[in-house]
């Protein structure tokens, strides 16, 4: 990591557990809860709160992965050749409430695209939103239910979000945009 880190591995966890509690109070119980984690870190934190409500409440959570590459409004502006990730939803989400989880919420953008996705493999009965970090800045009226930490940044910084799973470390840092050429997907 060479930013500054906002949040350790152990912040990460304890963030974590934090949020598989809110989830459940929230829920009141874990009957039709389902976990879906966003192509690419969102999935291995969805899988790390459902492994939290598992150990705390003795009841598996279902989680799937969700690739939401061709519902961005973004999407010509991202690459000639998009790499798709892959989305498995193994069990049914009608009546079903789901929780999106996202390792950083920006704009909201992808979480709408998110949302679209979604609905196209049933019907939930409500949709929920976690993520590790919140950044603010949003450009549409999407707000997160569960959050990790919020951290107030300006639009010359990027929040990376660094996972065991992914990167071989745990870990969230923030750094400063080298040029205005430079500019982070949007999230």
């Not at 598992?54 to 998009?82: K, M």
Request: charge should be negative.
């Amino acid at each position: 990591m060479s930013g500054r880190q906002i949040m350790t591995a152990e912040e990460i966890r304890r963030a974590t557990i934090r949020i598989s509690h809110e989830i459940v109070e929230k829920q009141a119980g874990t009957a039709d809860l389902a976990l879906v984690g966003i192509q690419r870190r969102g999935v291995p934190l969805a899988q790390r709160i459902a492994a939290a409500i598992a150990e705390n409440e003795s009841t598996p959570i279902p989680v799937g992965a969700l690739d939401i590459t061709f519902y961005r409004d973004d999407l010509s502006l991202i690459a000639q050749q998009p790499v798709v990730k892959g989305t498995a939803i193994p069990f049914d989400l009608n009546g079903a409430t789901v929780v999106l989880v996202d390792d950083v919420l920006y704009t909201g953008r992808t979480i709408r695209a998110a949302m679209d996705a979604l609905v196209d493999f049933g019907r939930p009965q409500a949709i929920r939103l976690a993520v590790l970090v919140d950044r603010g800045h949003r450009e549409l009226p999407i707000r997160a239910d569960h959050v990790g930490k919020n951290v107030p940044t300006s639009r010359e910084e990027l929040v990376r979000v660094h996972l065991e799973e992914i990167d071989g470390e745990d870990g969230v840092e923030i750094e400063r945009i080298a040029t205005a050429a430079v500019r982070e997907p949007v999230g």
